[in-house]
C-alpha cells in the first residue's frame, strides 16, 4: 500500500466539527504550543483501527506519513512506527529507533510523544543496555541530548522514554532526567515529569517522597501536583505545606 493511498484514505475519515474542537484542545492558535498544526477531526480510537487496515504498511511508508501537515496523519505514522516496532528484530527495532529521532520535527505535540515515546526510544534504550547513568552524568548520550535540547518535545520525548525504565523498575536514571528538568520553563514538562514521578512512586513510595523532600523547593507546584495526585488528601496537604 503507498502512502498516498493511505493519507487518502485518513483525509476522508475526518470531521469539521471534531477538527475544530481539536484545534482549541490542542493550542494551535498564534504563540500557543501548537501553533499552526491543522487537523482533520479523527478520533484516537479510529486511527488506532485504522493501523489494522494497513498492517502491512512499512517504515518507509510510515516515514512519509510522518511528514504530513496533518496532526492525525502523523499520529497514525507514530502507531505504526509503534506496531513495527513490537513485531520486529532487533536490528529492525534499532532502525526504526533512528528514524523516530532523526524526524522529531514532526513529533511536535504532546499526543504524538506521549503515545510512542516509551515504546520506542525507552524500549530500544532498554533493549541495548543503553541506561548508563554515568553517561548521563557525563552530557553524553542520547537522552542527555534530549533533556538538553531547545525543543519542548525533545525533552518530553526524554520524559516520556523514562516510563520504560520506570516499568523495568529501572529509577536511578529516570531520576536524574527529572532532576536536570527541575527548572524548566515550560509546563508541558511540569505535568510530564509530575506523571512519571506518580508512577514511580507506584513502585517504590519511599523513593517518590525522599526525592520530592530533596527537591520540594525547586520544583513546579505543577509537578508537584501531579507527582502527589494519588496520596490521600492529607499527604498532599503535608507535601504542599512544605512548598509553601
Known amino acids: 500500500m503507498h502512502h498516498k493511498d493511505i493519507h487518502k484514505y485518513l483525509v476522508n475519515l475526518g470531521n469539521p466539527n471534531i477538527a475544530e474542537h481539536s484545534q482549541r484542545f490542542f493550542k494551535t492558535g498564534p504563540g500557543e504550543y501548537g501553533e499552526g498544526d491543522i487537523f482533520l477531526g479523527i478520533r484516537?480510537?479510529?486511527i488506532r483501527a485504522t493501523i489494522k487496515l494497513f498492517k502491512e504498511a512499512d517504515l518507509a511508508t510510515a516515514q512519509s506519513l510522518l511528514k504530513s501537515q496533518y496532526h492525525e496523519i502523523r499520529?497514525?505514522?507514530l502507531l505504526l512506527m509503534v506496531t513495527l516496532f513490537k513485531k520486529s528484530s532487533f536490528d529492525e527495532q534499532a532502525n526504526i529507533?533512528?528514524?523516530y529521532l532523526a524526524n522529531t520535527q514532526y513529533i511536535?505535540?504532546?499526543d504524538l510523544v506521549d503515545c510512542s515515546a516509551h515504546y520506542i526510544v525507552g524500549q530500544h534504550?532498554?533493549?541495548?543496555g543503553l541506561i548508563d547513568n554515568d553517561l548521563f552524568t557525563k552530557g553524553q548520550g542520547t537522552l542527555h541530548k534530549l533533556v538538553k535540547s531547545d525543543s519542548l518535545w525533545e525533552r518530553r520525548i526524554a520524559v516520556l522514554a523514562s516510563f520504560q525504565f520506570i516499568r523495568a523498575h529501572e529509577f536511578k536514571l529516570s531520576l536524574n532526567i527529572y532532576e536536570a528538568l527541575l527548572e524548566d520553563p515550560e509546563d508541558l514538562i511540569h505535568k510530564a515529569v509530575g506523571w512519571m514521578l506518580r508512577e514511580l512512586g507506584k513502585r517504590d513510595r519511599e523513593l517518590l517522597e525522599a526525592f520530592l523532600?530533596?527537591?520540594i523547593n525547586h520544583m513546579p507546584r505543577t509537578m508537584l501536583r501531579y507527582a502527589i495526585e494519588k496520596f490521600t488528601k492529607e499527604e498532599r496537604q503535608y507535601f504542599l505545606t512544605l512548598k509553601r
Open 125 to 128: 534504550l532498554l533493549n541495548e
Open 213 to 215: 523532600k530533596k527537591h
Open 108 to 110: 511536535n505535540n504532546w
Open 44 to 46: 484516537m480510537p479510529v
Open 97 to 99: 529507533y533512528k528514524v
Open 75 to 77: 499520529i497514525f505514522a
